[in-house]
């Protein structure tokens, strides 16, 4: 039984068209068809978000979709958030601030603070917190990316 | 990837979904925002042959329907927190819907639809539903029925849908006049699914008093259960009708549920307190 369907996505700004079975969650497509690794499988549970990407201007948790439900949508994983080669005021400050340390969580932390600074473009300490609760980070303690999104926000202000 | 093989399909009406539910019956599972049952397929947990995706069927959005609210299977957490509607006729649902657990993701990916098909003792949507007394309104390709949310929520992880029936929408009713709305989750730690929980909607006249309420406990029993509130009737939200809704919360709290989380007696124990914290938050 051969029963794969074709996928056409806006991925990062192109135009991306993959042939794939349908069992495939979002997060292998996106890491395995795609070749774009930067967005990491935790748990497979929805737990961790070390699997968020923004489809359709909304950040979700890859982990959670099958990756035919995405038909037609735009994607922006962590490689689209450098602009011109150049870190985004956002990344830069979690360089700056050490937001990470084996990196593992950072894609879905930097799609998570990139969501609340959409909204809100200077947000408490609590309301950072509340924002990240959506992503496990087993290194950092969580000191360091609250400090790195209240700073990609002053820089930004 | 999940391992069984499954066909798929997305249909892009309401009636092609039906349709397709009534031929593979048993054999299909539904789709809505994907947040439980995609998991559960990548953990075998659910082996489907056929998966019908309703992202396609036109099941989104909030529409005002006699004074109250309808709101449709598809419908994400997020679209429910940021309506003003919601906000205003069924305020403990726009609360319970800010406040899932798993962050900004899932309340963008979730539904409370989908929630509430799955019957999950402890998840936030049953016990919200039945606090604000929503009507489930279901389809089959051959008939379609509305069945109360307290009666629709039959046991843990059960709920009153049978093979080839979809949740269409969900409908509450016209708020009563002078409503306020509490909503309290009580959970261990912040990524924690919610130990127990409890909504109540109560009208208040332009003295204070007490004309009509609600309230219902989610997560304590196997599934909600309205607690009597007839004695705080006539008097203000105050210290003596919270001691009331404590004692009348605990004393139904006869089937409770255990799991990892919790045990049974222990939401037996909080279940007062919870009740309590709800309409506190209404006054």
Known sequence: ?157 | MIKRRFAYQAPSTLDEVLAALAEHGADAEVVGGGTWVVPEMTHGARMPAHVVDLRNAGLAGVTESNGGLSIGAMTTYAELANDSRVVERAGSLGTMAAGITGGAQVRYQGTVGGSACYATPSSDAPGALVGLDATMNLRSASNSRAVAASDFFKGAFEADLADGEVLESITLPAPMAGARFGHYKLKLVESSWPIATATCVVGVDGEGKITAARLAVGGVNTKPYVVDTSSIVGGPIDGGAAAAVVEAARSSATDPYSDVLASGEYRQQVSGVVAKRALLAAA
């Not at chain 1, 068209?17 to 929805?46: K, Y």
């Open chain 1, 1 to 157: 039984m051969t029963n794969s369907i074709r996928l056409n996505l806006t991925v990062n700004g192109e135009a991306r068209s993959v042939e794939i079975d349908p069992r495939r969650l979002l997060v292998e497509v996106i890491r395995e068809e795609l070749e774009l690794p930067g967005t990491h499988i935790g748990c497979l549970t929805g737990d961790c978000g070390a699997c968020t990407v923004e489809r359709d201007g909304q950040i979700i948790k890859s982990c959670l979709a099958l990756a035919a439900s995405a038909e037609g949508s735009e994607i922006t994983t962590i490689e689209g958030l450098a602009e011109n080669g150049e870190l985004s005021t956002l990344q830069q400050a979690f360089w700056d601030e050490y937001g990470f340390q084996c990196g593992y969580c950072l894609p879905g932390m930097l799609f998570s603070a990139k969501d609340l600074l959409a909204q809100n473009a200077s947000p408490s300490e609590d309301e950072i917190r509340h924002a990240i609760n959506g992503n496990l980070c087993r290194c950092t303690g969580y000191d360091t990316i609250v400090k790195s999104i209240a700073e990609a926000a002053a820089r930004t202000a």
